[in-house]
C-alpha cells in the first residue's frame, strides 16, 4: 500500500506543478487553498450547490475557483455570468471533462450528454433534434396525452401508488417515442434497468466523488486491492451501461424482423438506412441516440412530477386554486388538453414554480474549457471544469423574493403569466450550446400531468393509526438528478364525476 501512496503523491505533485497559473491576473476568490492539495480537503461530497451558494456570498462573488490536488473548478453562481460564458462564449466553453470513472471505467462515454463537443457529438445531436424538434407536437403529444390518460385509470385503483405510477407513465413514454416499446403494467424490466442504469451514470460522473478522476493512473489497480472498491462500483454500472446501451435497441431490431415493431425513432431512423453507405457507423449513432433519450427523458421528468405532487401534498390552498382555475376552464365534461395551456396561467405558474423551489439538476452537467479564457480581470485556465450552479440562480432573492417558499403568483401578474419575471426554465436544463434538446417534450409533460391530476384527483395526506396526518418528509436526494425521497400520498377522485370521466376516457383509449 505504501508504494501506491508514494505514487499517488508524486502525481499529485506533478498535476499541481503542471497546472499552476501561468496568468498574472488573478483566478477567481474562493476558499483558501493548501500546498498542492489545494481545496481538496474542503469540498462538499452532497449537496454541493448549497455549498457554493454559501461560499459565494462569503467572498461575495458570482463566480469562484477552486483547486481538487491540480484540478481548476470554476463555480458560476448567477445567470449573469453564466449565460456570459457558457452561451456567449459557447465555442470553447462547450466541452466535457474527460472524467475516467464514468467515462472509462463505467464506460458512459458513448453518450452525447457525456461527449466532448466534436464531429460526433454534433451527429447525435443533429439526429436527435431532427426526430425530437420541439415544433415536432404531431408525433410526441398524442403519445404523451395516452400516457398521461392511462396514468389516471391506473390512479384510481392504486391511490397510494402515485409515485411509482407516474415513473412508470414517464418510462412508457420514453421507451414508446424512442424504441415502440409497450410497457409492462407494473415492475417494467426495461424500466427498472433505466433507474439502476441513470443511478451509476449519475454517481460516476459526480465531481470529485472518486479519486481516480484527480489521479487517473488509479485505475489500474486491481478491484481486490484495498482501497479499490470503485473498481467493483464501476464494473457492476458497466454492466448496467451495457444493458441499457442494447437491450431496448435489440428488442426493436428484433420487433422490425418479425413485423411487430411500433412506429419510433429507432424504426423510423433504421429504415432510412436502406442503401446508405456507412450504414454499419450510422445504426449505431441510432443506437446512442435512442439510449440517451431514453436516459434524458425518463429520470428528469419523474423527479419533477414527484416534487409537483410533494408541493401539491404540502400546499393544499395552491392545490384548490388550480382546481378552481381548471373547474372554471375545462370544465367537467373533458380532461384538458395542451390547447387549454394558454387559458390556465396558475397551472402553468405552478410548474414554473415546481422547477425554480426543487430544480431536477441544481448543478448541470459540468462544461470544460477548452482554452484560457479572461473575465471579469480574472483569469480562467484552459481545462477549467465549469459547474454552472442553478440552484443558486433559482434562488436569487433579486429575482425571486423569498425564495424557499412556493409561490406560484410570482409568476403572475394581472391573472396572466408575467414576461418581466426571469422564466425558471432557462436555468432548469442547462446552457449554451449543451442545454437538453428534450426540454420541451419534458416541459409538455410535466404540464400535462400536473393538469390532468388536478383537474380529476385530489392529493391527500395519508392517515396514521391514531387517524392524523402524515406529513411528508421534505428531503431529497443528493444526486446529478435530484429527487424527493419517496414519500406517502393519497391521489383520490375529486368526485363521482370525475371517476367516471376518468374511466370513460381510458376506455376509448385501449
Known amino acids: 500500500m505504501l508504494p501506491i ?9 506533478y498535476v499541481y506543478v503542471r497546472n499552476r497559473k501561468a496568468s498574472n491576473l488573478p483566478l477567481p476568490p474562493g ?33 469562484l475557483h477552486l483547486n481538487a490536488a491540480g484540478i481548476n473548478l470554476i463555480v458560476l453562481n448567477s445567470i449573469k455570468v453564466t449565460n456570459d460564458l457558457l452561451d456567449k462564449r459557447s465555442a470553447i466553453y462547450s466541452g466535457r471533462p474527460g472524467g475516467v470513472m464514468v467515462l472509462e471505467l463505467v464506460g458512459w462515454n458513448w453518450l452525447f450528454l457525456t461527449m466532448g463537443y466534436g464531429d460526433a457529438w454534433k451527429e447525435r445531436r443533429r439526429l436527435f433534434t431532427r426526430h425530437f424538434h420541439s415544433s415536432g407536437t404531431s ?36 421507451l414508446s417515442l424512442a424504441y415502440g416499446i409497450n410497457i409492462r403494467p407494473s415492475n417494467d424490466p426495461f424500466i427498472e434497468l433505466a433507474e439502476h442504469a441513470i443511478t451509476g451514470l449519475a454517481e460516476s460522473a459526480t465531481p470529485g466523488l472518486f479519486l481516480v478522476d484527480a489521479l487517473p493512473f488509479l485505475k489500474y489497480i486491481p478491484e481486490g486491492i484495498p482501497g479499490a472498491g470503485f473498481q467493483k462500483k464501476a464494473r457492476q454500472w458497466r454492466e448496467l451501461q451495457q444493458r441499457f446501451r442494447t437491450e431496448p435497441f435489440e428488442r426493436t431490431v428484433k420487433d422490425m424482423a418479425d413485423g411487430t415493431a411500433q412506429p419510433s425513432f429507432v424504426s423510423e431512423a433504421l429504415d432510412a438506412l436502406e442503401g446508405v453507405p456507412d450504414a454499419k457507423r450510422r445504426r449505431e449513432v441510432i443506437r446512442d441516440t435512442a439510449g440517451m433519450f431514453f436516459a434524458g427523458g425518463s429520470d428528469t421528468t419523474v423527479s419533477a412530477i414527484h ?15 388550480a382546481q378552481e382555475e381548471l373547474d372554471r376552464v375545462v370544465t367537467a365534461s373533458r380532461l384538458p388538453e395542451y390547447a387549454d395551456e394558454v387559458d390556465l396561467p396558475y397551472v402553468s405558474a405552478i410548474v414554473k414554480e415546481v422547477l425554480r423551489w426543487r430544480p431536477v439538476t441544481p448543478f448541470p452537467f459540468p462544461h470544460l474549457l477548452i482554452e484560457d479564457d479572461v473575465y471579469d480581470g480574472y483569469h480562467i485556465p484552459k481545462g477549467s471544469i465549469i459547474l454552472a450552479n442553478s440552484w443558486a440562480m433559482l434562488r436569487n432573492e433579486e429575482d425571486y423574493p423569498d425564495p424557499d417558499a412556493f409561490k406560484p403568483e410570482r409568476f403572475l401578474k394581472d391573472g396572466k403569466l408575467d414576461p418581466s419575471v426571469r422564466d425558471p426554465t432557462t436555468m432548469a436544463f442547462g446552457f449554451g450550446r449543451r442545454e437538453c434538446p428534450g426540454k420541451a417534450m419534458a416541459l409538455a409533460s410535466l404540464w400535462l400531468t400536473a393538469a390532468s391530476i388536478l383537474h380529476t384527483f385530489e392529493i391527500v395526506k395519508p392517515l396514521d393509526k ?45
Open 139 to 174: 408525433v410526441h403529444r398524442p403519445r404523451e396525452t395516452l400516457f398521461v390518460r392511462r396514468l389516471l385509470a391506473q390512479l384510481l385503483d392504486g391511490p397510494s401508488k402515485g409515485l411509482e405510477l407516474t415513473r412508470e407513465m414517464i418510462g412508457g413514454i420514453t
Open 307 to 321: 416534487t409537483f405532487i410533494l408541493a401539491m401534498l404540502r400546499f393544499p390552498e395552491i392545490q384548490a386554486k
Open 31 to 63: 476558499p483558501k487553498k493548501l500546498p498542492v492539495l489545494g481545496n481538496i480537503l474542503d469540498l462538499p461530497t452532497s449537496f454541493e450547490w448549497e455549498t457554493y451558494e454559501e461560499w459565494g456570498k462569503k467572498y461575495n462573488s458570482d463566480i
Open 5 to 13: 501512496l508514494a505514487l499517488a503523491l508524486a502525481a499529485v505533485v
Open 466 to 510: 391514531d387517524g392524523n396526518p402524515i406529513e411528508p418528509d421534505m428531503k431529497y436526494s443528493s444526486s446529478l438528478v435530484c429527487h424527493p425521497i419517496p414519500f406517502k400520498c393519497i391521489i383520490k377522485p375529486r368526485s363521482q364525476e370525475a371517476e367516471r370521466l376518468v374511466r370513460a376516457v381510458a376506455d376509448n383509449t385501449h
